[in-house]
């Protein structure tokens, strides 16, 4: 198993990870499937040196990603990243975002990260109890901000500061 830079041929399995996702409404708002060219951009506004997205690749098979993202796109907030960990579901349960977010943390001050925040849907206890183990504290809560399948849902804003 390794963690490396994404590159664009990746971008497939990245997606069809993200895709996965959406049905079981606890881990994106998305609501329908996103396609491959819908992602380019955003895949070509990552950055290794600023803005990574990190794929693990399991036996030349994509199982898992994370990817840092501006947060709220304006120069003040330039040292907080926004991140996201997606596991594909075969290999939820692995420990994958747990090295995936382990290695987020460490790698953060040589990004020039000082805070990383993640947003997550109040009733996804399994990624609030990921981030909680590594010392994300809730540094927010959007109250049924979401409306998944006719329930709405509340969004905790989780945020470490890093050392």
């Known amino acids: 198993m390794t963690i490396r830079h994404a590159t664009e041929i990746d971008l497939p399995a990245i997606v069809a990870i993200y895709n996965a996702a959406i049905p079981s409404r606890t881990a994106t708002a998305d609501l329908e499937p996103v ?28 199982v898992g990603w994370l990817s840092f993202q501006s947060f709220y796109g304006r120069p003040a907030y330039t040292k907080t990243a926004e991140i996201s960990i997606y596991i594909a579901p075969t290999f939820h349960r692995h420990g994958l975002g747990r090295q995936l977010l382990a290695k987020a943390v460490r790698e953060s001050p040589n990004l020039g990260i000082k805070n990383l925040v993640s947003f997550i849907f109040a009733h996804n206890q399994p990624s609030l109890k990921l981030f909680e183990t590594f010392g994300f504290q809730p540094w927010g809560n959007l109250p049924q901000v979401a409306e998944l399948d006719g329930i709405e849902r509340d969004l905790i804003i989780m945020g470490l500061r890093i050392s």
């Open 35 to 62: 396609s491959v060219e819908s992602r380019l951009a955003w895949f070509r506004g990552r950055s290794p040196l600023q803005r990574p997205l990190w794929v693990i690749d399991l036996e030349g098979v994509v």
